[in-house]
Nanobody, 123 residues
Framework: VQLQASGGGLVQAGGSLRLSCAAS????????MGWFRQAPGKEREFVAA????????YYTDSVKGRFTISSDNAKNTVYLQMNSLKPEDTAVYFC?????????????????WGQGTQVTVSS
């Protein structure tokens, strides 16, 4: 499985960005897709996850109501719509593919990782 993340950038607090993760490889439908982020000096943390049918999603508490994860099976792409961004959302965002439940928010649950995309939110 190969993953390519894009869509990061610089935005003012309160603004929006949409991240994309293009996936390729066999049997993508058997994987769950997650977004993680890592701020300078901090550990990588879970943000959101979805299965390819879109029927199951899961979010970390700090982004609930602001971020939306979605999938487009025809394009093999997963999105992370980020609204009402805050300076504390500043981080490198990574997409990842794993197996099992979307409700397991740990990095070891995901076997494949894309390169990160920088999101910077200015105050």
């Amino acid at each position: 499985v190969q993953l390519q993340a894009s869509g990061g950038g610089l935005v003012q607090a309160g603004g929006s960005l949409r991240l994309s993760c293009a996936a390729s490889g066999r049997t993508l439908s058997t994987y769950i897709m997650g977004w993680f982020r890592q701020a300078p000096g901090k550990e990588r943390e879970f943000v959101a996850a979805i299965n390819w049918s879109g029927g199951s999603t899961y979010y970390t508490d700090s982004v609930k109501g602001r971020f939306t994860i979605s999938s487009d099976n025809a394009k093999n792409t997963v999105y992370l719509q980020m609204n009402s961004l805050k300076p504390e959302d500043t981080a490198v965002y990574f997409c990842a593919a794993g197996v099992g439940s979307v409700k397991i928010p740990i990095t070891h649950h995901y076997a494949y990782w894309g390169q990160g995309t920088q999101v910077t939110v200015s105050s």
